[in-house]
């Protein structure tokens, strides 16, 4: 199995990023944990990190026919990246959406997110740790889909 682990527009800069908001682990970081969580679970992750929206959705485009899942923290484009949502519904994998920060507790403008209707489910608040909870969810659910 193998699931995309995609990172949008200033995820690149956690560590030193309003630590308040994203906690102090860099990108590497966290990838790391998330590695060794995959080989917990049996399973490959491909990771991508970008600013630009266009090259999100070229990576969904190029990656998803050889994906099983996708686990998603937008970054800002969450609340406005219609074509990063248009992406993602036409890669018709199932993915789980990710934020560190617990978005419904900060501005009116975080609030809505353009593609959590087509998520499986939205994780928020939970640090780091929603990139993992999020990876051991979406492999389970993968593999009980299979079975059933
Ligand atoms: C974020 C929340 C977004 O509103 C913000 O623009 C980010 C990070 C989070 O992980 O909490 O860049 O997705």
Known sequence: ???LVINGPNLNNLGK??????GVKTLTDIEDLIQKKAQDLDTLVEFFQSN???SIVDCIQTEAQDADGIVINAGALTHYGISLRDALADSRLPFIEVHLSNIHARETFRHH???AELAVGQIAGLGYKGYLYALEFLVEQIKESRVA
């Open 113 to 115: 997110s353009v593609v």
């Open 1 to 3: 199995m193998k699931i």
């Open 17 to 22: 990023r309003e630590p308040g908001y994203y």
């Open 52 to 54: 630009h929206e266009g």
